[in-house]
């Protein structure tokens, strides 16, 4: 795993330029500031995000205005540790938290890092410059994000922490889930996820949403009970869910949770809906007194989600489908993008074997 001496001084990144132009370049290797670690990347997990940039040359309100490196679902080996003698040493197997809290002087809960304002995301375009993301094999990374990874945790498990950590922040947002009937909306990767940590959370009935039978089999795959397609109504209302998880981001799915919801249950939205209003039966969510929530990113939920990845208590394989060499990057993201033949894709940037 990279003796100390061999440090590259070029590395293959996926770089997304604007939409419909994403290249995989060969670049310098970022020389690493005395807080961050020089990081050996094995996988980074395409994210919906990813697939925005590449396609629209945006991510909701965040516009690419300079070529940006992609990715923040990342994990490695620290190759050489930060100078400043923070963070864990050389050798150690990591998986990256992408956040920087925002120096933003508006209000937020102080325990919820997350709603800061000027928080920064690898990979993000929200802030100008942007922040580069990890999707290269070499990539500097402040060793504050880095979270070493427990024996006998492999890298490619370990390659679902951070969406898992979206998810069970998700699920956490509902509140107590144990013995309650649960009901997710989407089931791609976060709402595949969100069906693995219910289970695990002791959700006494899970039942998967989805447009496509794939997501729906690997939904089965990590705990959901029963599944059902997007555009049977009448089956997804008389759920009469407990607790919902809305996953899709798109003002259907929003309608189908609200209206899944039994009386006096909660929605959580972790579906990032587009900006601007979006149609949907509100009056529904007042007269049946629905708690509708909303799940932006995560906190240091990351932390138990790798320990409950170790003990082998949150399993989510199921959820990885493809995996490709960094070289065909591009080809990964056309599967990554759609969602009726993939689930989960995976990049792999280790050098191929000899
Ligand atoms: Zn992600």
Same mark, same amino acid.
């Given at each position: 795993?990279g003796g100390?001496?061999?440090l590259p001084?070029?590395?293959?990144a996926?770089?997304?330029?604007?939409?419909g132009?994403?290249?995989?370049e060969d670049?310098?290797?970022?020389?690493?500031?005395?807080?961050?670690?020089l990081i050996?990347v094995?996988?980074?997990g395409?994210?919906?995000s990813d697939?925005?940039y590449?396609?629209h040359?945006?991510?909701?309100e965040?516009?690419?205005?300079?070529p940006?490196i992609?990715?923040?679902?990342?994990?490695?080996?620290?190759?050489? #540790?930060?100078?400043? &003698? =923070? /963070? +864990?040493?050389?050798?150690?197997a !990591?998986? *990256?938290?992408?956040?920087?809290?925002?120096?933003?002087?508006?209000r937020y809960p102080?325990?919820?890092?997350?709603?800061?304002?000027?928080c920064?995301y690898?990979?993000?375009a929200?802030?100008y410059?942007h922040?580069n993301?990890a999707?290269s094999r070499?990539?500097a990374?402040p060793?504050?994000?880095l979270?070493?990874l427990p024996?006998?945790l492999e890298?490619r498990t370990a390659?679902?922490?951070?969406?898992?950590a979206v998810?069970w922040h998700?699920v956490?947002?509902?509140?107590?889930?144990a013995?309650k009937? #649960?009901l997710?909306? &989407? =089931? /791609? +990767?976060?709402?595949s996820l969100? !069906?693995a *940590?219910?289970?695990?959370a002791g959700a006494?009935?899970?039942?998967?949403?989805?447009m496509?039978?794939?997501?729906l089999?690997?939904a089965?795959?990590?705990g959901?009970?029963?599944?059902?397609?997007?555009?049977?109504a009448e089956?997804i209302?008389a759920?009469?869910?407990?607790?919902?998880i809305?996953s899709?981001?798109n003002?259907?799915?929003?309608?189908?949770a609200i209206?899944?919801a039994?009386?006096?249950?909660?929605?959580v939205m972790?579906?990032?809906?587009p900006?601007g209003?979006?149609p949907?039966p509100i009056s529904?969510?007042?007269t049946?007194?629905?708690q509708?929530?909303?799940s932006?990113?995560?906190n240091?939920?990351?932390?138990e989600?790798?320990?409950?990845l170790?003990?082998g208590s949150?399993a989510v394989?199921?959820?990885?489908?493809h995996?490709?060499?960094?070289d065909?990057?591009?080809?990964?993201?056309g599967?990554?993008r759609?969602?009726a033949?993939?689930?989960?894709v995976?990049l792999?940037?280790?050098?191929?074997?000899e």
């Amino acid at each position: 795993m990279g003796g100390a001496a061999v440090l590259p001084a070029r590395t293959a990144a996926v770089v997304a330029h604007a939409a419909g132009d994403l290249r995989i370049e060969d670049m310098p290797v970022a020389v690493p500031r005395p807080d961050e670690a020089l990081i050996e990347v094995a996988f980074g997990g395409i994210c919906g995000s990813d697939l925005h940039y590449w396609m629209h040359g945006a991510a909701g309100e965040s516009v690419l205005r300079a070529p940006m490196i992609l990715g923040h679902e990342i994990v490695g080996t620290v190759i050489r #540790a930060a100078a400043d &003698g =923070s /963070g +864990p040493g050389a050798g150690t197997a !990591v998986a *990256v938290h992408p956040a920087t809290p925002g120096p933003g002087a508006a209000r937020y809960p102080e325990d919820r890092p997350n709603l800061s304002p000027g928080c920064t995301y690898l990979g993000s375009a929200a802030r100008y410059p942007h922040t580069n993301g990890a999707f290269s094999r070499y990539a500097a990374l402040p060793a504050r994000m880095l979270r070493p990874l427990p024996a006998g945790l492999e890298l490619r498990t370990a390659a679902l922490a951070e969406p898992a950590a979206v998810a069970w922040h998700a699920v956490s947002r509902a509140g107590k889930v144990a013995g309650k009937t #649960a009901l997710v909306i &989407g =089931s /791609g +990767p976060i709402g595949s996820l969100a !069906v693995a *940590v219910l289970k695990r959370a002791g959700a006494r009935r899970i039942v998967a949403v989805d447009m496509h039978d794939r997501p729906l089999e690997i939904a089965r795959a990590v705990g959901a009970d029963e599944v059902l397609k997007a555009d049977d109504a009448e089956a997804i209302e008389a759920v009469e869910a407990d607790v919902v998880i809305e996953s899709s981001g798109n003002h259907h799915g929003l309608a189908s949770a609200i209206k899944g919801a039994v009386r006096g249950g909660t929605v959580v939205m972790v579906g990032l809906l587009p900006t601007g209003m979006q149609p949907v039966p509100i009056s529904l969510a007042i007269t049946r007194e629905l708690q509708l929530r909303g799940s932006f990113r995560f906190n240091d939920e990351i932390d138990e989600v790798i320990a409950a990845l170790a003990d082998g208590s949150l399993a989510v394989d199921p959820v990885v489908t493809h995996t490709f060499p960094v070289d065909q990057g591009l080809e990964a993201f056309g599967v990554a993008r759609n969602s009726a033949e993939s689930g989960k894709v995976l990049l792999d940037f280790r050098p191929a074997p000899e």
